[in-house]
């Protein structure tokens, strides 16, 4: 999810704020956005029928094939701030957008190669399960929740935040409006939908959205008759980068953040709890495989498309009087920077192709959003009600309920963040979210599948020092210490925490468990091996008691 350039489409969109209002509605986006919503509508109909128990409720009972899950899980990576951001950064910086989606991609590999197989084998509905498996349940549980839920909370604010801006730009609604509107929604596919709903939510919204960027990338390229060479030969011409503009500028000009933005991104992924709880959908391992084998075509074809539609951008739209305040080229883009795909939409396939890339952009934050709450929803009910708090004693029904209940309550939450942000740079809040999922989740759950040495004391070492220094890092950088509390200068000299916070996290968990010579430790230690069976093979073994 190329949400950390939520953080460039938050940051350019508060000029956005201003026009929007003058901008006139844009009917082909509102029909095709309610023509959506009731399509979706009767989506979460017919999966409120198929959902009965818990299993079908978090993981749609096992029963999405491998190819529908990789378009889902590419979904969930094609946010609208990949397209708008990232399209808006390649833009202005050439190449740095580029490595931008190279990142991002990166972390494909580490999901197919190293833990596809063992999260399905061993997982249930959460990542805390697989934590959990051997270890105290109560504690690992509920660091693990903790952890999932500050992700989660800081990625619905990055996306309610984005939402109501883009919203009040693309269809002439209240900011307030809009991010009512999108927690209603998200609240009524979580709800009564469950992960049936929201793994089709994606999908369609994913198809939506391959059809939309290739449509404008062919509209686009057919300008320079379909010719890479002549499209890169004018954008260079009239950058201001010249021939630079494909060589890399300002974001590896600091190797140290370059490197904490690379951990961050691909060992994050590995960590989001909205992500892992994909792979629990599938029948088997061998479906998850392919799940990622399936969304890495997706996701790296939607990010070449992307590429291709910010150098088009360069010559079509910058070049154009109608997209910039006052015709002036060269000055301010209407409705700020990220609408720059919109604006190129717009210059090649009119109002139309405008209405429908607005509309799927709406449908992009849809999906996410609503993923993202059922793993919060799911981190709260699953593991912390009925795991910690009940022992394993609550029903089905009992689960259930307080799974809705809480979906309700991070609607509400998410809403309030929304407005309280709504002028504020997100920035700080999508590092932070890539940097506990990188330093947090990640070690622990990495160690917990790899490492017979992992004990319960270790884990909350690590899961919480991952936890606490990542936030610390990133409050004391510039993102938030100079740019947020106005002082003059940032105490942490980097914006990106995980090259720093992830090692104390591995570190903490590594010295701690070393040190733990007690029976509790030991039994663990032993008990791995019954994990590492189930984890190969997904046969055999039982669970694990809780200490």
Same mark, same amino acid.
């Given at each position: 999810?190329?949400?950390?350039?939520?953080?460039?489409?938050?940051?350019?969109?508060?000029?956005?704020?201003?026009?929007?209002?003058?901008?006139?509605?844009?009917?082909?986006?509102?029909?095709?956005?309610?023509?959506?919503?009731?399509?979706?509508?009767?989506?979460?109909?017919?999966?409120?029928?198929?959902?009965?128990?818990?299993?079908?409720?978090?993981?749609?009972?096992?029963?999405?094939?491998?190819?529908?899950?990789?378009?889902?899980?590419?979904?969930?990576?094609?946010?609208?701030?990949?397209?708008?951001?990232?399209?808006?950064?390649?833009?202005?910086?050439?190449?740095?957008?580029?490595?931008?989606?190279?990142?991002?991609?990166?972390?494909?590999?580490?999901?197919?190669?190293?833990?596809?197989?063992?999260?399905?084998?061993?997982?249930?509905?959460?990542?805390?399960?697989?934590?959990?498996?051997?270890?105290?349940?109560?504690?690992?549980?509920?660091?693990?929740?903790?952890?999932?839920?500050?992700?989660?909370?800081?990625?619905?604010?990055?996306?309610?935040?984005?939402?109501?801006?883009?919203?009040?730009?693309?269809?002439?609604?209240?900011?307030?409006?809009?991010?009512?509107?999108?927690?209603?929604?998200?609240?009524?596919?979580?709800?009564? !939908?469950? $992960? @049936? /709903?929201?793994?089709?939510? #994606?999908?369609?919204?994913?198809?939506? *959205? &391959?059809?939309?960027?290739? +449509? =404008?990338?062919?509209?686009?390229?057919?300008?320079?008759?379909?010719?890479?060479?002549?499209?890169?030969?004018?954008?260079?011409?009239?950058?201001?980068?010249?021939?630079?503009?494909?060589?890399?500028?300002?974001?590896?000009?600091?190797?140290?953040?370059?490197?904490?933005?690379?951990?961050?991104?691909?060992?994050?992924?590995?960590?989001?709890?909205?992500?892992?709880?994909?792979?629990?959908?599938?029948?088997?391992?061998?479906?998850?495989?392919?799940?990622?084998?399936?969304?890495?075509?997706?996701?790296?074809?939607?990010?070449?498309?992307?590429?291709?539609?910010?150098?088009?951008?360069?010559?079509?739209?910058?070049?154009?009087?109608?997209?910039?305040?006052?015709?002036?080229?060269?000055?301010?883009?209407?409705?700020? !920077?990220? $609408? @720059? /795909?919109?604006?190129?939409? #717009?210059?090649?396939?009119?109002?139309? *192709? &405008?209405?429908?890339?607005? +509309? =799927?952009?709406?449908?992009?934050?849809?999906?996410?959003?609503?993923?993202?709450?059922?793993?919060?929803?799911?981190?709260?009910?699953?593991?912390?009600?009925?795991?910690?708090?009940?022992?394993?004693?609550?029903?089905?029904?009992?689960?259930?309920?307080?799974?809705?209940?809480?979906?309700?309550?991070?609607?509400?939450?998410?809403?309030?963040?929304?407005?309280?942000?709504?002028?504020?740079?997100?920035?700080?809040?999508?590092?932070?979210?890539?940097?506990?999922?990188?330093?947090?989740?990640?070690?622990?759950?990495?160690?917990?599948?790899?490492?017979?040495?992992?004990?319960?004391?270790?884990?909350?070492?690590?899961?919480?020092?991952?936890?606490?220094?990542?936030?610390?890092?990133?409050?004391?950088?510039?993102?938030?210490?100079?740019? @947020?509390?106005?002082?003059?200068?940032?105490?942490?000299?980097?914006?990106?925490?995980?090259?720093?916070?992830?090692?104390?996290?591995?570190?903490?968990?590594?010295?701690?468990?070393?040190?733990?010579?007690?029976?509790?430790?030991?039994?663990?230690?032993?008990?791995?091996?019954?994990?590492?069976?189930?984890?190969?093979?997904?046969?055999?073994?039982?669970?694990?008691?809780?200490?």
């Amino acid at each position: 999810m190329a949400l950390s350039l939520a953080a460039s489409a938050s940051a350019v969109a508060a000029p956005a704020i201003e026009t929007a209002g003058r901008q006139p509605l844009n009917l082909h986006a509102i029909s095709m956005f309610l023509l959506f919503v009731c399509f979706t509508l009767v989506i979460t109909y017919w999966a409120a029928k198929r959902t009965r128990s818990t299993s079908d409720f978090y993981s749609a009972g096992g029963g999405i094939t491998g190819f529908q899950n990789g378009l889902a899980l590419a979904g969930d990576y094609m946010s609208a701030s990949t397209l708008l951001g990232i399209t808006a950064l390649i833009y202005t910086s050439g190449m740095d957008g580029y490595i931008y989606l190279i990142a991002f991609f990166a972390g494909w590999p580490v999901l197919l190669l190293m833990m596809t197989e063992r999260l399905r084998n061993l997982g249930r509905y959460t990542f805390a399960d697989i934590t959990s498996y051997r270890l105290n349940q109560g504690q690992v549980r509920t660091m693990a929740a903790i952890g999932s839920l500050t992700v989660v909370c800081f990625y619905l604010v990055a996306q309610m935040v984005g939402a109501g801006q883009l919203i009040k730009l693309l269809f002439g609604l209240d900011y307030q409006i809009a991010l009512f509107l999108v927690g209603a929604l998200m609240m009524l596919y979580v709800t009564f !939908g469950g $992960m @049936v /709903a929201t793994t089709w939510v #994606q999908i369609i919204k994913a198809f939506l *959205l &391959l059809i939309g960027g290739t +449509a =404008v990338m062919v509209l686009a390229m057919r300008e320079f008759d379909f010719s890479y060479d002549k499209l890169v030969s004018q954008a260079m011409d009239v950058h201001k980068l010249g021939p630079q503009l494909l060589a890399p500028g300002s974001l590896l000009a600091d190797p140290l953040t370059a490197l904490s933005l690379s951990l961050g991104v691909v060992f994050g992924t590995a960590g989001l709890p909205h992500i892992l709880m994909r792979f629990f959908t599938v029948s088997d391992a061998k479906e998850a495989r392919k799940s990622v084998l399936y969304a890495s075509g997706f996701i790296g074809y939607f990010f070449n498309v992307i590429f291709l539609l910010g150098l088009a951008s360069i010559v079509i739209v910058s070049q154009n009087p109608q997209f910039f305040e006052g015709g002036e080229v060269g000055g301010t883009l209407i409705g700020g !920077g990220n $609408m @720059v /795909a919109m604006h190129l939409a #717009q210059a090649v396939g009119g109002d139309f *192709l &405008l209405g429908f890339l607005s +509309a =799927v952009t709406f449908a992009t934050i849809l999906a996410v959003v609503s993923g993202l709450a059922l793993a919060g929803a799911s981190a709260i009910a699953h593991d912390l009600y009925a795991r910690v708090i009940k022992k394993g004693t609550a029903s089905e029904a009992q689960e259930l309920r307080v799974t809705k209940f809480a979906t309700l309550t991070l609607g509400v939450i998410a809403i309030g963040l929304g407005i309280v942000f709504e002028t504020t740079n997100v920035a700080f809040m999508v590092a932070l979210a890539f940097g506990i999922a990188a330093s947090a989740n990640f070690p622990v759950l990495f160690l917990s599948m790899f490492w017979r040495g992992l004990t319960t004391r270790g884990a909350l070492a690590g899961g919480y020092l991952g936890l606490i220094s990542a936030v610390a890092f990133v409050v004391l950088s510039k993102s938030v210490w100079v740019d @947020v509390f106005g002082f003059a200068e940032a105490l942490f000299p980097y914006t990106q925490p995980a090259l720093f916070s992830m090692p104390l996290a591995f570190g903490a968990a590594y010295l701690v468990s070393r040190l733990d010579h007690s029976p509790q430790a030991k039994a663990e230690r032993e008990a791995f091996e019954d994990q590492y069976v189930r984890g190969q093979t997904g046969i055999g073994a039982t669970t694990a008691s809780a200490h």
